[in-house]
């Protein structure tokens, strides 16, 4: 269970990964030792997954974000595992989820320009059995992005 300091400490973090443990103890209000502690803990429990750098797509070259549907022509064991372990090693899809309602996944996908869908959509998506249909939309801008979880 998460407490308020817990969760201070959470939020101070998700804006600023690589604080110190003096300055995050500071404006959280414990003293250093009792806040690396609870650090510890976090990152022992898994509330803490881990730390990275957000790195920009577009200056990275990866400028196109494309919001893919995914329909499996059958919904059995087989074929969702055969689908989601291909998804896994495919480096285009920067995230994927599991849907209710029409589709049954969805997936982000990054790449260079229409091209380099057009390659993926070819020599990936398109080449496994299991997918029945494929619905494709290109974001044009985006307006909000939030890496951190909200407050609570």
């Not at 690589?18 to 690396?36: A, F, H, V, W």
């Not at 920067?94 to 309602?101: H, Q």
């Not at 496994?128 to 249909?133: D, E, I, P, R, T």
Request: proline share 5%; charged share 25%.
């Amino acid at each position: 269970m998460l407490d308020t300091i817990d969760r201070r400490m959470l939020t101070l973090l998700q804006e600023d990964g690589r604080i110190t443990n003096q300055d995050l103890s500071e404006k959280i209000g414990l003293s250093p030792t009792p806040c690396l502690r609870r650090l510890k803990r976090l990152e022992e429990t898994g509330v803490i997954r881990g730390y990275s750098a957000i790195v920009d797509p577009k200056a990275y070259g990866l400028p196109f974000s494309v919001f893919v549907s995914v329909r499996l022509s059958q919904q059995n064991t087989e074929q969702i595992a055969e689908f989601e372990k291909a998804v896994e090693n495919w480096p285009e899809v920067a995230e994927c989820y599991l849907m209710t309602g029409s589709q049954d996944y969805l997936l982000r996908v990054l790449t260079d320009g229409i091209e380099g869908y057009e390659r993926f959509l070819k020599q990936k998506m398109t080449r496994l059995k299991c997918v029945q249909s494929v619905e494709s939309n290109f974001a044009l801008a985006t307006i909000k992005k939030r890496v951190g979880l909200p407050p609570l």
